[in-house]
């Protein structure tokens, strides 16, 4: 009796460790199988400060950090910023202290503040926002307004505010998502998330690497994805 019930206890220890060698090995694979959900900050991303009201202008993949503002929730670029790297037709006429834009038609004359526009036959206009906002002596132009009359795409994008701006237009490969895609910092299920896209967004393709893709998305990160996905 003795001897049977020290087997008995031997083999309790020994399928106990057995169990234990199993769960552990469950644990491990599950632990490396896994995608981690942490999430890189988007300010650590594009190098910016967290406490900056400012927001990031991208054009066609270039950072235009502390560029744009918001008023009254409508974003707003410097007029000098949109002549320079947007639409020569908006320029800014010192003498009249207003911002002009030129069509191949007329000239139209926004003062700061004001809803309410001209052209050069003296005809008026009205929006529903001010076109030109004068800041500590800059001047400013409504996003939303120079999109209107540029030939670009654009998307907005939060932490950091930002909007990604395409003005180039030549031929560039997408892909789209098949369903609710992580974007990683690399290739890999263990790279934190940089942004998660939904079903259906076209993503720019970049890059062809294995089982994962280089692209970049709406909100201008790049980074990548399962190709699976």
């Not at 560039?172 to 990683?184: D, F, G, I, L, W």
């Not at 942004?195 to 294995?210: A, I, S, W, Y």
């Amino acid at each position: 009796e003795k001897n049977n019930g020290k087997r008995i206890r031997t083999l309790i220890v020994f399928a106990a460790a057995v169990i234990m060698v199993a769960v552990m090995a469950v644990m491990f694979l599950i632990v490396r199988y896994t995608p981690t959900k942490n999430k890189m900050s988007g300010y650590s991303y594009f190098d910016i400060d967290k406490d900056t009201d400012k927001v990031l202008v991208i054009i066609d993949g270039q950072n235009y950090p502390d560029t744009g503002m918001y008023i009254d929730d409508r974003l707003y670029i410097p007029q000098s910023f949109i002549e320079n790297n947007v639409n020569v037709r908006f320029y800014y006429d010192r003498e009249a202290q207003s911002l002009m834009y030129t069509d191949p038609s007329h000239v139209y004359t926004f003062a700061s503040g004001s809803n309410e526009y001209y052209d050069d036959r003296n005809e008026s206009y009205k929006t529903d926002y001010p076109v030109s906002q004068n800041v500590e002596g800059e001047c400013y132009v409504a996003w939303e307004y120079v999109a209107d009359y540029t030939n670009c795409t654009y998307e907005y994008g939060d932490e950091p505010k930002r909007v990604n701006i395409t003005l180039s237009h030549g031929a560039v490969s997408c892909v789209t998502a098949e369903k609710k895609v992580s974007v990683r910092y690399r290739g890999g299920i263990k790279s934190p998330v940089l942004e998660v896209v939904k079903k259906g967004t076209r993503l720019e393709f970049l890059d062809d690497l294995d089982d994962w893709i280089q692209v970049t998305t709406p909100t201008g990160i790049t980074g990548y994805v399962k190709k699976s996905e």
